[in-house]
C-alpha cells in the first residue's frame, strides 16, 4: 500500500464510476489539460471485438451481455501498455480496474514501476440519470451494449462487482469523490480542483462537493 504522501513520478489518475457517469467524456478533458495518455479499457476491448480473432469473438462474448471480460485478459492488456511506459507523464485509467482482483494485481504492476496510482476520481450520478444518458447515447454509439436490457445488467454488475473498489481506494486514501449529476464543464472544474490540490499537496483530498 502506497503512503498518502507519496511523491508520484508519474501522474496516474484512475477515473471511476458507474455506466454513463462521464468517465470518457472527462477523460478526454483531463488528458488534454494535464497531457496525460487515455487508456480506456472498453474502447480497447471493442477494439479487439471488431477484430475476427478468437480474442476478439471471446471479448464480445462479454461484452454484448454487459458482462465483465474475464480479469485475466483485461490484465494481459493493461501489462503490455504499460510495460516500459515509467517515464511518460501518466495515464488517465478510465474504465479499469473494475475488481478487487483486478485492483490489487494493477497495484502489484504499478509498484514494480514505482509509479502508482496517485488519485482515483469517483463520478457519482443517479442511478436513473445514468439510465437516462445511455439511452439516449444509444441512439447513435453504436455500442452493442446501450439498449435497455443490457444497460440494466451493466449497472447490475457495477454495483456487484466494481462498488466495493470503493472501500479498497478509501482504505488507501487514494480516492475523491466527485458529484457528477452537474453538466460536464462544471463536472470538469472540480475534478480539475481535485487534480490541482493533489498536485500542490500530493496528498489524497476530502470529498469535493
Ligand atoms: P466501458 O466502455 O468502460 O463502459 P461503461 O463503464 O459501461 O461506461 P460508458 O463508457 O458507457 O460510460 P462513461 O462513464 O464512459 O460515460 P460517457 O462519458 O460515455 O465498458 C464496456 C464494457 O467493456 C463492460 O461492460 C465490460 O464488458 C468491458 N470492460 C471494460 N473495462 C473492463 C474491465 N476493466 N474489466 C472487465 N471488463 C471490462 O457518458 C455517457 C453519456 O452521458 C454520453 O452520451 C455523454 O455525452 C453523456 N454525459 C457525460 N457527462 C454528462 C454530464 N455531466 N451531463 C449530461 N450528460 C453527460
Ligand atoms: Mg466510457
Not at 492488456?77 to 475488481?99: A, H, K, L, S, Y
Not at 509498484?111 to 476520481?121: G, M, R
Not at 463520478?123 to 443490457?150: A, P
Amino acid at each position: 500500500m502506497c503512503p498518502q504522501n507519496i511523491f508520484c513520478k508519474m501522474l496516474n489518475l484512475v477515473i471511476f464510476g458507474p455506466p454513463g457517469s462521464g468517465k470518457g467524456t472527462q477523460s478526454t478533458k483531463i488528458v488534454d489539460k494535464y497531457n496525460l495518455t487515455h487508456l480506456s479499457t472498453g474502447n480497447l476491448l471493442r477494439e479487439k471485438m471488431e477484430s475476427e480473432t478468437p480474442l476478439g469473438k471471446e471479448v464480445r462474448q462479454y461484452i454484448d451481455k454487459g458482462l465483465l471480460v474475464p480479469d485475466d485478459i483485461v490484465l494481459k492488456e493493461i501489462q503490455q501498455i504499460i510495460n516500459g511506459q515509467d517515464d511518460m507523464p501518466g495515464f488517465v485509467f478510465d474504465g479499469f480496474p473494475r475488481t478487487i482482483n483486478q485492483a490489487e494485481a494493477f497495484d502489484r504492476m504499478l509498484d514494480k514501476n514505482s509509479t502508482p496510482i496517485c488519485l482515483v476520481i469517483s463520478v457519482e450520478v443517479d442511478e436513473e440519470e445514468l439510465f437516462n444518458r445511455l439511452m439516449g447515447r444509444s441512439e447513435d454509439s453504436g455500442r452493442s451494449d446501450d439498449s435497455d436490457e443490457i444497460i440494466r445488467r451493466r449497472l447490475e454488475v457495477y454495483k456487484k462487482q466494481t462498488l466495493p473498489l470503493i472501500s479498497y481506494y478509501k482504505s488507501q486514501g487514494k480516492i475523491v469523490a466527485i458529484k457528477g449529476m452537474d453538466p460536464v464543464d462544471k463536472v470538469f472544474g472540480k475534478i480539475c480542483h481535485a487534480i490541482d490540490t493533489f498536485l500542490h499537496s500530493r496528498k489524497v483530498l476530502p470529498v469535493v462537493d
